[in-house]
């Protein structure tokens, strides 16, 4: 993996191979397989977002259970943290929130950063338990380490950083 593309290049490109041999016929069950142990050759700086392509984009968005699911568990599998910003497009403090959580991202290579809209995902959503919008989740090894509701730029970066610098720490010792 390449030190400038983190975790998010392990996930990226093979998730759009993932997502579409899925959707195939079962004959092709066996090339989705085997595209899950292409997983950690893919480094790719392009995502879907419906059905447009973003370049060099650090925010991943989650458009289902399934690639919240994937994401997730290959985040925990690969001992890759990650930052969630559950958000809402009818939400003005959640879409107001989307540059920042970009810039975040570009910041903290180390880290794969999701985002969620709840009403286009509201298994996730409510799986969580998110009741208000935006909501920040930051989890390692698949747990919730800390969980931030509200759009304060400030207190978000502090807590990311807080919780990046833990993760340096345990990767010393």
Request: aromatic residues 10%; proline residues 4%.
């Amino acid at each position: 993996m390449d030190k400038g593309d983190g975790c998010r290049g392990y996930f990226v490109g093979f998730y759009l191979m993932y997502s579409v041999v899925s959707h195939v016929n079962p004959p092709f069950r066996q090339l989705r397989k085997l595209s899950l142990l292409c997983l950690s050759m893919i480094c790719s700086s392009v995502y879907m977002v419906g059905h447009e392509q973003f370049i060099n984009s650090r925010v991943i968005k989650v458009d289902s259970e399934e690639s919240w699911d994937f994401f997730v568990t290959q985040a925990n599998t690969q001992g890759c943290p990650v930052v969630v910003h559950f958000t809402a497009a009818w939400c003005m403090p959640s879409v107001a929130m989307n540059p920042f959580f970009e810039e975040l991202a570009s910041s903290y290579q180390d880290i794969l950063f999701l985002l969620v809209d709840v009403d286009d995902v509201k298994e996730v959503a409510s799986k969580m338990e998110i009741k208000a919008m935006p909501t920040f989740l930051l989890i390692k090894e698949g747990a919730h380490e800390d969980k931030l509701v509200g759009a304060n730029p400030e207190e978000i970066r502090k807590r990311v950083e807080a919780f990046a610098q833990s993760l340096r720490l345990l990767k010393q010792s």
